[in-house]
């Protein structure tokens, strides 16, 4: 447990209602968007700067308790998930928009602000295209630590893309400026490093983002097929004439009937699979683009099209897809997303493989994804009221995660490793490689007290010093035993 | 220390024969430096020589062309030119195209190691941005890779990132994994003249911020005179051009359009390279164009840049080296507190500069992140910020 003397100093520095120690208010931070994990913190505490946020590490780093920061706790792998009996860093008091200098594109931001107050805040000029579909209650802080896409990615590219600069606490207090609103600062690249590290590395309490101007014209399509086969070799064509859509949303027939239940976008609800494409830049080029995608719809044999004629529909083609995850509530009481990328040419004999799979664990498996980047989410529908439901379900979900990283893929496009997939980093990581991912969270965090049991499959050392034995902090946090 | 003997060059032809040269390298405390084409070996503080040189050449294949999937795999030594040719014939590239990129000239290692760029920077962004996966060989011998073969991917640490741009000295980069793109199947260019650096820099800004989306906006100064490039690729790149071609024209240019744009933009980007004076690269902001074109002119030098994203190459003649350091410390006082990198430079200028500029704010983090990845310390040692 977290000495009582630590807690008042948490509360001389953050103030009184600031820290929290009550059991029931501590449940609220138990969990993140991976809800079937729980872990309730000792403490929870909420600084309001991000000075307030370098004391509270210091103090934890001087008292060796391990720590984890969270945002809106949207996060789908579990990365804000508290280490028992450990420190929970909530920032959600950083809230700011610091500056908008538009002349230069960027926007400096607290961790806090959600993503898609970034494109407000810009709009209608500009906008800031990683998109996760959570992004009205995602904050830009969780983004960084997770590098997360969205609908957008397959011409836009993923948060790092967009961050510049990083003002970050290491967790023995120092804080350290990265990059700026400059490109190509002399040193290592280490605002790179640092995003996507699952909040490892530290604390980003102030980020530069790069925005760039909202294009010309934008062309959105819906065209509709019997198969999700058919729809996927529509992508591959696409891709094979050379265009570069902004989005390429494939959804199956499961998905369709989920979120028409909820958003009555005016999907069909008897075809196979939809699939949504959008083009984007100049007029011309969008009109040319546009008659070579509808001869594709039809060369695959759509059996329908639709094409937004105002923004209004444009953003009610959208709104579907953003609320996949949410609607599927309507066909399923509970389901587990996985969010594996294969290489897109292998989708076929992929989604052929997850089928199998549905068919012999029982549990009907929706897809929806990002079909121009190969990022699958397959859904698994499950009933966690039946016991052992969530085991096998989750079993089911690790096949298919085995399946892609066999075809050449990821075990994770945008969600993280968190805790959810780090028993998969080996499938696709050797030992090696496993050391010298280490090597750096070791430059930044020697003792390993920032999340210290997410992304790694086991907890290991940094070893710097020779010398006698010293309990990892997990170890020391009476959370993990010596394996 | 002056070695005794020219250094021993090692051609290691596989990640193993590699990861034995590096190690042994780690070892026996032997100083090692990475060569791919040699095209930017000057760049960097000066050090001594070496003890080994470890050259890329014999890394060279071709490991894999994905084409429907829009990846390559490349091993570090194979000239990025030959990378080109191989992908061309799918009408795809690696969107980068640095200097020096033609014939056996630079090596898609070396590019990602120094993260060289060219004016595609400006819709594609750098090596950082475009690659997808690596692997390394570190000086104890370990092999180890990152990243992975697709263009979506988040499991584990991103050491693609930190690696590209860290100019060998954490470790040998023996192959990557590129994101391509489509070849845009017409090309075409608007210039707008002008000898007013703020006219120049408020149609550059007018361009970077419209939304016709070129794939490169450059902005080029010599001898009393300015342009803005900005080059259309696509089915249908006229439209755009036409558009930007008034945009420049109100911001009181003389605009053209130039239909056959590839010498055009050979030039532009071989301007970057100086082989007699010297060459500061400045990390500025699109705001400040007009005051970096100002500060080109007031101490002579011809200047090309990406003017969207603010960055520039200034070039100073060939002159003694004292003038070369005078004129440099000029810029940085001028475009303080831009970073002004020299890269090209007679190393009797390299000796008196600090090529990387105030070494002061480089952080310790960035010293423990060298240490973790080399901790004996011989990886291309002494050459980067901080004398790292």
């Known amino acids: 447990m977290i000495d009582a003397g630590l807690v008042e100093h948490f509360r001389r520095i953050c103030g009184h209602e600031h820290v929290l120690t009550d059991r029931h208010e501590l449940r609220t931070y138990e969990s993140d968007g991976l809800r079937h994990y729980r872990s309730p913190p000792a403490v929870a505490i909420l600084p309001a700067s991000a000075d307030e946020v370098r004391q509270v590490v210091r103090a934890c780093h001087d008292a060796r308790v391990p720590w984890v920061a969270r945002g809106a706790g949207t996060g789908l792998s579990g990365g804000a998930i508290p280490v028992e009996n450990g420190v929970l860093i909530v920032l959600t008091r950083l809230n700011r928009i610091l500056e908008v200098d538009l002349d230069n594109q960027r926007v400096v931001v607290e961790p806090c602000v959600t993503n898609a107050a970034i494109s407000k805040a810009v709009g209608p000029s500009h906008f800031y295209p990683p998109d996760p579909s959570s992004q009205v209650v995602s904050t830009i802080g969780g983004n960084v630590a997770e590098n997360s896409g969205g609908l957008h990615c397959f011409k836009y590219g ?50 530069t983002l790069r925005v760039v101007p909202e294009a010309e014209a934008h062309k959105t399509t819906v065209g509709y097929f019997e198969s999700i086969e058919q729809a996927g070799q529509a992508v591959t064509d696409i891709v094979a004439a050379g265009m570069v859509p902004a989005a390429i949303e494939i959804m199956d027939k499961l998905t369709i009937e989920a979120t028409e239940s909820w958003t009555h976008a005016g999907y069909p609800l008897d075809v196979g699979a939809a699939l949504i494409v959008e083009l984007d830049g100049s007029e011309a080029e969008c009109e040319a683009r546009f008659g070579d995608v509808m001869e594709i719809y039809e060369r695959n044999g759509a059996t329908g099209t639709r094409v937004a004629q105002d923004e209004n529909e444009r953003a009610l083609i959208w709104k579907a897809r953003k609320a996949a995850f949410a609607a599927m509530g309507y066909v399923s009481p509970y389901y587990y997303v996985q969010d594996s990328v294969i290489p897109r040419t292998r989708l076929a004999e992929v989604l052929k493989r997850i089928d199998e799979l549905s068919r012999e664990y029982g549990f009907k498996v929706a897809n929806v994804f990002h079909a121009g980047d190969g990022n699958l989410h397959p859904l698994v529908c499950y009933d966690a009221r039946n016991a052992g439901e969530l085991e096998r379900a989750e079993e089911l979900a690790g096949a298919i995660v085995v399946a892609c990283v066999e075809a050449g893929g990821s075990i994770t496009g ?44 086991t907890p290991r050392l940094c070893g710097e010093v020779p010398g006698p034995y010293r309990k990892h902090p997990l170890e020391q946090a009476g959370v993990a035993e010596r394996f | 220390m002056a070695p005794d003997a020219d250094p021993r060059t090692e051609t290691p032809s596989s990640p193993d024969e590699a990861g034995e040269v590096m190690r042994a390298a780690g070892a026996q405390g032997r100083r090692l430096r990475i060569r791919g084409g040699g095209t930017k070996s000057s760049w960097g503080t000066p050090t001594d020589p070496p003890d080994v040189v470890l050259s890329s050449e014999r890394l060279d294949r071709v490991v894999e062309h994905n084409e429907g999937d829009l990846t390559a795999v490349l091993q570090g030594g194979v000239p990025l030119a030959r990378a080109q040719e191989a992908l061309a014939d799918s009408d795809q590239m690696v969107a980068l195209d640095p200097p020096l990129g033609n014939g056996d000239g630079a090596t898609i290692g070396g590019v990602v190691a120094t993260g060289d760029t060219g004016p595609l920077r400006h819709r594609y962004g ?197 003038e070369l350091v005078s004129a440099i410390e000029e810029v940085r006082r001028r475009l303080h507190p831009f970073p002004c990198v020299v890269l090209d430079a007679p190393v009797e200028v390299r000796e008196k500069v600090e090529v990387w500029g105030d070494d002061r704010a480089v952080p310790p983090l960035m010293r423990r992140v060298k240490t973790r990845f080399d901790p004996p310390g011989v990886c291309n040692p002494g050459i980067f910020v901080g004398g790292i």
Not at chain 1, 443 to 448: K, L, M, N, R, V
Not at chain 2, 144 to 151: E, L, M, P, T
Not at chain 2, 225 to 240: H, I, L, Y
Request: aromatic residues 6%.
């Open chain 1, 158 to 207: 993923f948060t790092t893309n967009y961050v510049t600069g990083l003002e970050i606490v290491l967790s023995d207090g120092e804080v350290v400026t990265l990059g700026g609103k400059e490109l190509d600062r002399p040193g290592y690249d280490l605002v790179g490093a640092f995003v996507g590290s699952e909040g490892t590395l530290g604390i980003a309490t102030r980020i």
């Open chain 2, 126 to 322: 750098a090596p950082r941005d475009l690659i997808l996966g690596i692997t390394v060989a570190l000086t104890d011998g370990t092999v180890a890779r990152a990243g992975g073969k697709v263009i979506k991917n988040v499991a584990g640490y991103d050491l693609a990132k930190l690696f590209t741009g860290s100019f060998g000295t954490l470790g040998l980069i023996v192959e990557v994994v590129m994101r391509l793109h489509p070849r845009p199947p017409r090309t075409v260019t608007v210039l707008g003249c002008s000898d007013d650096p703020d006219a120049l820099g408020a149609a550059a800004s007018a361009v970077a911020h419209s939304p016709f989306g070129p794939e490169c906006l450059d902005v080029s100064w010599r001898e009393e005179t300015g342009e803005v490039m900005a080059r259309f690729g696509g089915t249908a790149p006229d439209a755009g051009a036409a558009e930007v071609m008034v945009l420049l024209q109100q911001a009181g240019l003389e605009a053209r359009l130039a239909g056959d744009d590839d010498d055009r933009w050979d030039r532009q980007r071989a301007r970057q390279r100086s082989t007699d004076g010297a060459v500061v690269r400045v990390s500025g902001l699109a705001s400040e164009l007009p005051r970096v074109v100002r500060s080109a002119r007031e101490v002579g030098a011809s200047l090309v840049g990406r003017a969207g994203l603010g960055l520039s190459w200034m070039a100073l003649g060939q002159a003694e080296a004292g």
């Open chain 1, 414 to 457: 945008e969600h993280g490793v968190g805790l959810d997939k780090k028993r998969h980093m080996t499938d696709m990581f050797s030992e090696q490689d496993l050391e010298a991912f280490q090597r750096l969270r070791c430059a930044f965090d020697a003792e390993q007290l920032a999340n210290p049991d997410k992304v790694m499959p």
